[in-house]
Nanobody, 117 residues
């Protein structure tokens, strides 16, 4: 079964940057598209960004457009999320997975991002 391992989270001040990584066990090209999701405290998990096999991208959260960049390395079986100009409202646990979600979906352990001064 495919597994996802997220890393790169941490505590950062507002305006700072982080780069999240998602290591995929197996061939990332198996999936038509991959995605980053996030879940803030007390809120439901939401879709943040999608990248398809060919590198096409889509950002589903308006507030991250222009600040976040999703990318993938099909040889390293790794996906990334570059996050710049971070805001306190970006605080969440970030997960990577496939898009659209499997039934049942497969989730990694997530990586905590905390934006605070």
């Amino acid at each position: 079964q495919v597994q996802f391992v997220e890393s790169g989270g941490g505590l950062v001040q507002p305006g700072g940057s982080l780069r999240l990584s998602c290591a995929v066990s197996g061939n990332i090209n198996t999936f038509v598209a991959m995605a980053w999701y996030r879940q803030a405290p007390g809120k439901q998990r939401e879709l943040v960004a999608v990248i398809n096999r060919g590198g096409g991208t889509r950002y589903d959260v308006d507030s991250v457009k222009g600040r976040f960049t999703i990318s993938r390395d099909n040889i390293k079986n790794t996906m990334y999320l570059q996050m710049n100009s971070l805001k306190p409202e970006d605080t969440a646990v970030y997960y990577c997975s496939v898009w659209p979600p499997l039934d049942p979906n497969v989730w990694g352990q997530g990586t905590q991002v905390t934006v605070s001064s």
